[in-house]
């Protein structure tokens, strides 16, 4: 699976969107971009995943550059429940049993 | 909405003693994993099941370690002899099928080695 880099941290103002960033470069075509947050020791929560097209659900939106070099997690109204260490992580849908490969993640503080 | 779920809590055990931690994943889910989380460190992965087999598992699964899925609902991690470095959080997660990308985390057992 291809290697990520998020930057240690970040924060973000109540109510303002939320945009962490992920590096990927050795991507390759066949892998998607999902991410994942983890609450305070609670157990890693889905969020999205994607491919190539951009991605939008309930929680959050996915932003795929063209070259699939990066993407950026946007949470579009910040809350402080959603303080957390957020992981991108990079895998092939196809290879092995889909097992997660986390990395230290990004840990996003709300700030009120 | 349906959860993965776990149990105990919270274990504590003595060094060498064997632990059987509990796991009822969503009920129409057919993979099934184990990770580890020591603390202030990354979320390991220990192994994945299907089919009432292991499919794969990590480099920290070694003999002392075994998992089960006893009925139609619950999976276990049963460690054999405790270490004091096994002391961690234990996630289960479960999903749903091939198809599927998404994999649903328990609220996880943490596990005290003394």
């Known amino acids: 699976d291809a290697k990520t880099t998020q930057p240690p941290s970040m924060d973000c103002a109540e109510g303002r969107a939320a945009n962490l960033p992920c590096n990927h470069s050795?991507?390759?075509?066949?892998?998607?971009v999902y991410w994942y947050r983890q609450i305070h020791s609670q157990g890693p929560q889905y969020i999205i995943h994607?491919?190539?097209n951009n991605e939008t659900n309930e929680m959050a939106s996915l932003i795929i550059t063209e070259d699939r070099k990066s993407s950026t997690l946007i949470l579009p109204h910040a809350t402080l429940r959603d303080t957390a260490v957020y992981y991108c992580?990079?895998?092939?849908?196809?290879?092995?049993?889909?097992?997660?490969?986390f990395g230290k993640g990004t840990k996003l503080s709300v700030i009120p | 909405e349906p959860e993965v779920t776990q149990t105990p809590s919270h274990q504590v055990t003595q060094m060498g003693q064997e632990v059987i931690l509990r796991c009822v994943p969503i009920?129409?889910?057919?993979?099934f994993y184990w990770y580890r989380q020591i603390l202030g460190q990354k979320v390991e992965f220990l192994v994945s099941?299907?089919?009432?087999?292991?499919?794969?598992k990590s480099e920290i699964f070694d003999d002392q370690f075994s998992v089960e899925r006893p009925d139609g609902s619950n999976f276990t991690l049963k460690i054999r002899s405790t270490k004091l470095e096994d002391s961690a959080m234990y996630f289960c997660?479960?999903?749903?099928?091939?198809?599927?990308?998404?994999?649903?985390f328990g609220p996880g057992t943490r596990l005290t080695v003394l």
């Open positions: 997660a479960s999903r749903r099928g091939p198809s599927y990308n998404e994999q649903f």
């Open positions: 050795t991507i390759s075509g066949n892998e998607y």
């Open positions: 994607g491919l190539k």
């Open positions: 992580i990079v895998r092939d849908s196809g290879a092995g049993s889909y097992q997660l490969t």
């Open positions: 009920s129409n889910h057919l993979y």
């Open positions: 099941f299907y089919n009432n087999e292991i499919s794969e």
